[in-house]
């Protein structure tokens, strides 16, 4: 088959976040903004039109599906919907199993709180890679540094401040993005209020001087080449930057801090050129490690379209059209009307119809392949946790462990 996007331009994110954090406005807008640069007749990533998009500016994009599929530029991200309550921490666990990685958002005021911190212990455990978005930074209280120091205090994180708040409270008006040294301003507080980069202005000049050189100093110090790159030069590229800050975020070692305000439709759109730049693809992820269904032995399954097929069910979702058992394919491809193994009902399934969930609709898709999440209709015993596969080569991933993943750097 061909696929009608590379793995490379996957991305299976997560939103984490405390109540009221900001995880339902900041999605929205991820929703909104994607919708809005959806280009019309980009027929191999399917269907969008505007025409919905009109509606949805009147009413407000709210978030229904358990997993939601956007493009930016050409990525294709899938949010998968993380419960933040203490109280669902299984469910937390097995969402975090299906995702590559993650965003995790704090209140500017609040900075981290206590359950953030059970969350972000099992992202450890789960081995996701993640970038935190400090948010409402135009609060009263709002408080850029405390919430770094926190960070590091209370989560064990090793923070790269990659962004500052332009102003703070109602003065907040844009980040400094310290990877470009260059300011991004955003005119209107609305969702359609524009943003541009320009060139760091001398009232800015010593603050940005001195925050780029602390990142660069501490990005040099992660590498014994780059440093040497860094003692020589006196400075690091963007590329470089950014190289080492994706490398940091996958071997979990570093995690890229950005900063806005959701609200004031400030800061998303940079949240998700580094959700491209830094988060992993399925591919950086690799094999996926599940067991023969005597839990004998280990069997492993590369991240590849002509491996065979295994998928892991993590949300059975009602829905107008009726259930739908929403999966994640770590390998191999699956076509509407094929057979399918259930490996823990050790029974047969066959696949009805199954669907891409966007913002606000289904769009049906007659085939999915690795990295892909999709919603099936028509299965008849299938539960949440469960892992279907090809019947010829069945597996058991619900005991799963993520290994180290592997780098690849374009
Ligand atoms: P969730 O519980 O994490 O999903 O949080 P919500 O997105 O529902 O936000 C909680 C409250 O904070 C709502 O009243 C939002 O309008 C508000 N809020 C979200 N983002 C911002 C922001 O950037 N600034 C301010 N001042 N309020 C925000």
Request: hydrophobic share 40%.
């Amino acid at each position: 088959m061909s696929r009608d996007l590379s793995l490379e331009k996957y991305r299976n994110i997560g939103i984490m976040a405390h109540i009221d954090a900001g995880k339902t406005t900041t999605t929205e807008r991820i929703l909104y903004y994607t919708g809005v640069n959806y280009k019309v007749g980009e027929v191999h990533h399917g269907t969008a039109t505007m025409d919905w998009m009109e509606d949805e500016q009147e009413r407000g994009i709210t978030i229904t599906s358990a997993a939601t599929t956007c493009h930016w530029n050409d990525y294709r991200i899938n949010i998968i919907d993380t419960p933040g309550h203490v109280d669902f921490t299984a469910e937390v666990e097995r969402s975090l199993r299906v995702l590559d990685g993650a965003v995790a958002i704090y209140d500017a005021v609040a900075g981290v709180e206590a359950q953030s911190e059970t969350v972000w212990r099992q992202a450890d455990k789960y081995r996701v890679p993640r970038i935190a978005y400090i948010n409402k930074l135009d609060r009263a209280g709002a408080d850029h540094a405390r919430v770094v120091e926190m960070m590091a205090e209370r989560l064990n994180a090793v923070p790269f401040v990659i962004q500052l708040p332009l102003g703070i409270e109602d003065a907040f008006n844009g980040v400094i993005d310290l990877v470009e040294n260059q300011i991004i301003s955003w005119q209107g507080d609305d969702k359609d209020s524009t943003f541009e980069r320009l060139p760091v202005s001398d009232e800015h000049r010593a603050t940005v001087d001195a925050a780029r050189e602390a990142l660069m100093e501490s990005l040099a110090e992660t590498d014994e080449a780059l440093l040497e790159t860094y003692l020589e030069e006196g400075a690091l590229t963007v590329e470089q930057m950014k190289t080492a800050l994706r490398r940091l975020t996958l071997t979990l070692q570093g995690v890229p801090v950005l900063c806005g305000s959701s609200f004031k439709n400030k800061g998303v759109q940079p949240l998700l050129d580094a959700v491209v730049d830094y988060l992993p693809s399925p591919a950086d992820i690799g094999a996926v490690v599940g067991h023969s269904l005597d839990y004998s032995e280990e069997v492993r399954r590369e991240a590849r379209d002509d491996e065979p097929f295994s998928a892991l069910v993590f949300k059975i979702a009602g829905n107008k059209y009726g259930d739908l058992a929403y999966i994640r394919i770590y390998s191999g491809v699956v076509k509407s009307g094929e057979k399918v193994f259930n490996v823990a009902k050790n029974r047969d399934e066959r696949i009805g119809h199954f669907f891409q969930m966007h913002a606000n609709k289904q769009k049906e898709v007659k085939e999915a392949a690795t990295g892909d999440i999709v919603a099936i209709a028509g299965f008849k015993n299938v539960v949440t946790g469960d892992t279907i596969c090809h019947p010829d080569s069945p597996l058991l991933l619900e005991r799963m462990d993520f290994p180290e993943p592997v780098i690849h750097i374009a």
